[in-house]
């Protein structure tokens, strides 16, 4: 298989805290915590996979060492205050349930567990050539996939280390330099998804954020014909809106990409993917949809929110590129979601 090498780049970023929740791809609400799948809490009920059985073997302790374990736990998971509240009001047993069921999730870790692994998995994968083969390239997006799984529900520990051997700049790279059919393939999806499920934790948003060029190499992934690639950046592009200093990022973004694409103006690839009708856009509901919901997010949030002549003048730039009679036609499709915005 032929091999290309490339130079890596990129800086490491600090982590500088986060502020509150996000929303679209990253949370529903400002106070939701960052997306993870490890358990899920609704209407009070924490719910996961079996744990297992209290055994003579894993006596439960008494409430002091139990709440100092349990404690450990729930910082693991990045949650919200509002959201530990729930976990520590649970009953002993559960607590120490879950407690049980993380450690031995810990215990039977295999070394494609570790963040290293991945990072030196993607990081030679991105010197190489776009496969011939379709087994193949499911084996690299199925590598990618694997890495934004654990993204999503390891521990917090996980994302910290993946952060610190410079997972954000491997990805990054990745972006960066691969080459014309590797960005319109599944494994652009999946590298993609990997980046959405990192900005799903704290940490890993505020490393995003402090990289001076992160946002800029998201954003470059709108060149590609791949729907699914597509509304991924949109969605991350839109939750960003809604981050303290994300909206300015966001719009620098568009600036970049409007040189990387060579567009008249910037927001031009957007708007030409909303009106498109034909081939794979003639029905494509899902990516008219991610991008109406980014340009509400471009319009209603930021400075915007504030300045009355700052939201009219981005409006100004959309109604200058068409925007008005390509809604009118989405009403076309008879949309619910659509007719909304």
């Not at 049980?100 to 010197?127: C, G, W």
């Not at 505020?206 to 998201?218: D, E, F, G, R, S």
């Not at 699914?228 to 994300?246: D, F, N, Q, R, S």
């Not at 809604?327 to 659509?338: D, M, P, Q, S, W």
């Amino acid at each position: 298989m032929p091999v290309r090498r490339r130079r890596g780049g990129g800086h490491r970023a600090a982590a500088n805290g986060s502020g509150g929740g996000l929303c679209s791809c990253f949370s529903s609400g400002p106070e939701e915590p960052p997306e993870i799948t490890y358990h899920v809490v609704e209407n009070g009920v924490v719910t996961l996979a079996p744990p297992p059985l209290l055994t003579p073997t894993h006596p439960m302790p008494d409430d002091v060492e139990l709440n100092a374990k349990f404690a450990e736990l729930v910082d693991e998971l990045d949650l919200t205050a509002a959201k530990k509240e729930v976990m520590f009001n649970l009953p002993p047993e559960k607590k120490w349930q879950l407690y049980l069921s993380k450690k031995t999730e810990q215990h039977d870790n295999t070394s494609s567990h570790f963040p290293d692994y991945y990072i030196e998995r993607v990081n030679a994968m991105s010197m190489l050539l776009f496969p011939r083969e379709e087994e193949e390239v499911n084996t690299r997006a199925k590598l990618l996939d694997n890495l934004k799984t654990a993204l999503r529900t390891q521990p917090n520990s996980f994302v910290t280390r993946f952060l610190d051997q410079d997972g954000l700049i491997c990805l990054l790279n990745f972006l960066v330099g691969m080459d014309y059919n590797t960005a319109q393939s599944p494994i652009h999806t999946s590298l993609i998804g990997c980046v959405k499920a990192l900005m799903n934790n704290s940490n890993g948003r505020a490393h995003v954020l402090a990289h001076p060029t992160a946002i800029n190499t998201i954003a470059q992934s709108l060149s590609t014909e791949n729907i699914k690639t597509k509304i991924a950046v949109l969605e991350i592009l839109g939750a960003m809106c809604l981050v303290p200093g994300g909206h300015r990022k966001v719009l620098e973004a568009m600036l970049h990409f409007q040189k990387h694409a060579c567009e008249r103006t910037r927001f031009q690839t957007v708007l030409n993917d909303l009106d498109r009708s034909t081939g794979l856009y003639r029905d494509e509901v899902n990516l008219k949809t991610a991008i109406m919901s980014f340009v509400n997010a471009i319009l209603n949030y930021g400075p915007g929110q504030e300045h009355l002549e700052f939201r009219l003048h981005l409006r100004y730039e959309f109604l200058m590129l068409g925007i008005q009679p390509v809604i009118e036609k989405l009403r076309g499709h008879e949309n619910a979601t659509l007719d909304r915005y």
